[in-house]
């Protein structure tokens, strides 16, 4: 078989963007990078359809490279992905649900994120249908024997968390199957962004993921930026990834925390909460939000670092250095806590590979994948960290590459701070005018590598706009690892993935 | 864990002195609730949190509420794990047409006398989202809402003034 590389590069049609490939490809082509893709070469990273196309990203690891390949489909039907390659299903599923296009021989029939309750059914197809009286109930997937029994858990969880539901099928405590449902929080955001300015679409990209806002208004802003052929400031970059730092920082403590207190360590939960809570208060002092929510706009940034923040930074690092280091000992001392980390929920290296799992999922199963290195983005590219691997893949393994990181978030941040280059803070705006392009980025959140991929028409507005949050690789891989385990550490084993509900359901 | 313990001790709270309640709140609160509720649930407040579509931004926010700075739980504020045990729902979100069910659910299984709280843009009046094929365009649209609390997220501290409104009016 040809290799991922050879067929790609054979259906390249035209100049190639920078920083990522683009091709056309006809059905047969399509089925051939399927193929490839299921056959374990290359990683999906995301799927995608507009009304009478689907889109496909896949990263050649070979070549660091991101292909971005396109079929059209007069026919409303497309060659199913998901028939050789399991990660693809609940992505065609969406492009069935939302664009009406059909993936021929998928395995898969069941509608994802479509209840049955929109106005619309196919709304961003290019004739949308009234939706149908009632749809058949949902139907998960068969567990049966003796002395299996099923709980069903959500939409409205007993936390403060967000929506979705849980199909849980236990013999005894052991769970034998867990099947998520998902889409409860479907706003249709990509619907609106397709005609959106770019304003109005910076604005609704910064809340796919409240969480993650920075890394996605960076995506957004990279991804515009590549579409107009215009880059931002050196000032306004570096800036951009101080914001981004501060973010990765924020989450992690809360998530560390968040992980030893689903084993009743509320101990540990209020010192990270702490900790968090001085980073968002130096959010708030330096760029005017406590999540930075719409500092960065595509063209630059919207604050300015003043002088005096840098000591207040330099504050907030001196005191993560100095209490984190005991909170880490805390951890490791207290052997009740790690009785339940240690060998729980094992993300097997070759299912975390074959998902393209990102961030700390990925990392704690062997998968080094950080878009910061892989495929280096200003101002990274210029600064020095590490990339912490572990192959234990337990709720532990993904805890300590989090503990990693907040290191070398600390050191970055140090580095930004050191060699933060003077400048303007946005192009001059008559270069953010109208022009017709297409952009891709990806930007490594917290969580993993965030997808975004837009196509600007002549007026300046988003004529499409696809978001891909790392979550939808991560999903499918917690049903994976709670497998064996018994149920009361499925909330470890869901904080320590802690995948996004409303990035997944957009 | 014995040295933290100690260092705790000798750097006393961090929690920081209540916000006053948010007087625009207390006044139309007063107004729509009329002293119907007073003194029906003695000072205390249990909360069932119901995420209808937001971006979890308020969630995140919520969550700070507990910390030590703002520690709600001294005001004798707790989040419950059951509707069946909550006197205040706080909703956030624009309510997807996907969430409104567990929503209308989640409130009919809240028992009187019961309050929702709007938190947040989206669940004010849909925020950025409104006009989507998906959503219901705010927490009016599904429920009847006592009290909103804008911001995007709202700040702790504001969600903090906007509840200890609603305990001066009602507990």
């Known amino acids: 078989m040809a290799t991922l590389t050879e067929i790609l590069s054979a259906a390249t049609s035209g100049e190639t963007p920078r920083g990522w490939r683009r091709a056309v490809v006809d059905a047969e082509g399509w089925s051939r990078v399927a193929a490839a893709l299921g056959a374990g070469e290359g990683t999906l990273m995301g799927l995608w359809g507009e009304p009478a196309a689907v889109f496909m990203a896949v990263l050649d690891e070979s070549e660091s490279a991101v292909w971005i390949l396109s079929l059209n489909c007069p026919e409303g039907s497309f060659p199913s992905v998901g028939r050789v390659h399991a990660p693809a299903q609940r992505l065609e599923r969406t492009i069935r649900d939302l664009f009406g296009l059909q993936p021929v021989d998928a395995p898969d029939r069941r509608p994802w994120l479509d209840h049955g309750r929109w106005e619309l059914a196919q709304p961003l197809a290019a004739a949308p249908q009234a939706p149908a009286a009632e749809m058949p109930p949902y139907a998960f997937l068969a567990a049966e024997g003796p002395n299996l029994h099923r709980i069903p858990v959500g939409p409205v969880h007993a936390g403060i968390i967000e929506p979705g539901h849980f199909r849980f099928t236990v013999n005894g405590e052991a769970v034998v199957r867990l099947e998520e449902r998902l889409g409860y929080v479907h706003k249709g955001i990509e619907g609106l962004m397709t005609g959106a300015g770019l304003e109005r679409a910076a604005r609704l990209a910064a809340r796919v993921s409240g969480d993650s806002t920075v890394a996605y208004s960076f995506a957004f802003a990279r991804a515009v930026e590549a579409a107009l052929g215009i880059e931002a400031p050196t000032r306004a970059v570096w800036l951009r990834a101080l914001m981004a730092e501060l973010e990765r920082l924020a989450n992690h403590f809360g998530d560390i925390g968040a992980i030893a207190n689903d084993a009743s360590f509320s101990l540990m939960l209020a010192h990270c909460s702490v900790l968090r809570e001085r980073v968002l208060r130096v959010a708030e002092t330096c760029f005017g939000h406590r999540l930075m929510m719409d500092r960065i706009q595509p063209g630059g940034v919207t604050h300015d670092l003043q002088a005096d923040h840098q000591g207040v930074i330099r504050g907030l690092i001196d005191e993560a250095r100095r209490r984190f280091p005991h909170l880490v000992e805390l951890y490791e001392q207290t052997a009740s806590l790690k009785d339940r980390t240690v060998g729980t929920g094992h993300l097997n290296p070759a299912l975390a590979r074959r998902f393209g799992a990102g961030g700390f999922v990925g990392r704690a199963s062997g998968r080094g994948f950080d878009c910061r290195r892989s495929l280096a983005y200003a101002p990274y590219d210029e600064l020095l960290f590490g990339a912490p691997i572990v192959h234990r893949g337990d709720v532990n393994a993904r805890l300590w590459v989090r503990v990693v990181e907040v290191g070398q978030s600390l050191g970055l941040i140090d580095q930004i701070l050191d060699g933060l280059p003077e400048g303007a803070l946005t192009v001059d705006s008559n270069r953010l005018s109208a022009a017709a392009g297409e952009g891709l980025a990806l930007v490594e959140g917290f969580r993993g590598d965030i997808l975004v991929w837009v196509r600007l028409g002549e007026d300046g507005t988003v004529e499409r706009c696809h978001l891909r949050d790392p979550s939808w690789f991560q999903w499918p891989l917690l049903e994976a690892v709670i497998d064996n385990n018994i149920i009361a550490d499925f909330p470890l084993c869901n904080k320590s993935f802690n995948c996004s509900y409303s990035g997944h359901d957009l | ?171």
């Not at chain 2, 809402?145 to 969600?159: A, F, N, Q």
């Open chain 2, 1 to 171: 864990m014995r040295k933290l313990f100690f260092e705790s001790l000798f750097r006393g709270p961090l929690t920081e002195p209540a916000p006053p309640a948010d007087a625009g709140q207390l006044a139309e609160l007063a107004e729509r609730l009329k002293g119907a509720a007073q003194r029906r649930i003695g000072r205390s407040l249990s909360i069932r949190q119901v995420d209808a579509g937001s971006c979890n931004g308020c969630e995140l926010e919520i969550h700070a509420m507990n910390n030590p700075f703002y520690d709600l739980e001294r005001f004798g504020i707790r989040f419950v794990a059951s509707p069946r045990h909550a006197d205040v729902l706080l909703v956030t979100g624009p309510v997807t047409r996907n969430m409104k069910e567990a929503l209308e659910r989640t409130y009919a299984a809240t028992p009187g006398p019961k309050w929702v709280v709007a938190t947040g843009d989206c669940a004010a009046d849909g925020g950025c989202f409104a006009g989507s094929y998906a959503v219901c365009g705010g927490v009016a649209a599904v429920l009847p809402v006592d009290l909103v609390i804008p911001g995007c997220p709202p700040t702790p501290e504001k969600m903090l003034a906007g509840l200890l409104a609603l305990l001066e009016t009602v507990a």
